[in-house]
């Protein structure tokens, strides 16, 4: 969840693989790093001749060789990054899984998956709070005094507080009403652009980002949850790739040479490692919205052997096929 969370808002996740045997039972760990420990604006030549680009030294093919992370203060409470220095932590490639999604040719660092919706999600906040002070300055304040008799120097106030349900005697002034009609019906329509924009924008459905169900049948919400759930499988599998496939085997590794994994008391061998490789991640999966008639078109589709049993099973559950 931390990599989830970390990849949207940053845009990559740095992760160091830590070997040990005082680290716990198994002599293996990894350590999640923030992305800003790897600075972007390290650009420099390291003296084996590489080239180091946003803290990535890369070779004259442009394959990562090693990654720089800056050192944290540990002399002060929290953790703070000391960004005046310039000591760093060389860390090799192998032992780094750096994650991200690459959406430009040559890309070496990631980018925020929230960058195209920040804009607007500015807008429909500055939105809001204008419209909430608006209303509350509406509410509260009940119009101005004028004094028809007095010059222009005459700068003396006439200080009111604005208790609801409340009027002061305004003597020889003259009282003049202010009524501010927003927020109007105006705002609805409005929040709503500013929503699905936000919502292409993450690549989500724009029921579900604003909890918004009017104006929807089966079919339309449908559609948006199947072309949403299909956004999610695509991350599920980039996320199984990038990071869970490389810890397992990373892991398994060490746990065999460790003989941490016992089965009837027997550690198992290490020469069956490439069989303990061989495994597969099954995503999360979501119930659908009318069960019946998706259970009914699965059933046609197995007779007509477009589906098979086991693609039904993941599909519709998150339990392996037996």
């Not at 999604?101 to 919706?117: D, F, N, S």
Request: overall charge neutral; proline content about 4%; charged content about 25%.
């Amino acid at each position: 969840r931390i990599v989830a969370t970390t990849c949207a808002t940053d845009g990559e996740v740095f992760i160091i693989k830590r070997y040990g045997k005082d680290l716990n039972e198994f002599g293996f760990a990894i350590q999640i790093v923030d992305p800003m420990m790897v600075c972007s604006k390290h650009f420099d030549r390291a003296s084996n001749g590489n080239y180091i680009r946003h803290g990535i030294e890369v070779n004259a093919n442009g394959k990562p060789i090693a990654y720089y992370f800056k050192k944290p203060r540990l002399d002060v409470m929290g953790y703070v990054e000391n960004y005046s220095s310039n000591s760093y932590e060389r860390i090799e490639a192998a032992n780094v899984i750096h994650i991200y999604l690459p959406e430009i040719l040559g890309q070496k660092r990631g980018l925020p998956w929230m960058r195209t919706a920040m804009s607007r999600m500015r807008m429909l906040s500055g939105f809001e709070d204008a419209a909430i002070t608006n209303a509350r300055v509406g509410a509260a304040k009940m119009g101005f005094f004028k004094d028809l008799d007095a010059d222009n120097d005459n700068d003396d106030d006439l200080p009111m507080d604005g208790e609801a349900g409340a009027f002061e005697n305004i003597g020889n002034r003259e009282f003049v009403e202010w009524n501010p009609q927003f927020p109007d019906q105006s705002i609805d329509p409005f929040t709503k652009t500013i929503l699905r924009s936000i919502s292409s924008g993450l690549g989500v459905s724009y029921n579900n980002l604003a909890s918004d169900l009017t104006a929807v049948n089966f079919s339309s919400i449908r559609q948006g949850a199947l072309d949403e759930r299909e956004v999610w499988k695509g991350l599920q599998e980039w996320l199984i790739e990038w990071l869970c496939l490389p810890i397992y085997e990373a892991w398994i590794e060490r746990a065999l040479l460790s003989g941490s994994i016992k089965v009837f008391d027997k550690p198992l061998k290490f020469e069956r490692l490439e069989k303990y490789k061989k495994i597969s991640f099954q995503g999360r999966r979501w119930a659908w919205i009318d069960p019946t008639a998706e259970m009914t078109a699965n059933q046609m589709a197995i007779a007509m052997r477009i589906k098979s049993r086991s693609e039904v099973i993941r599909e519709t559950t998150t339990r392996d096929p037996v």
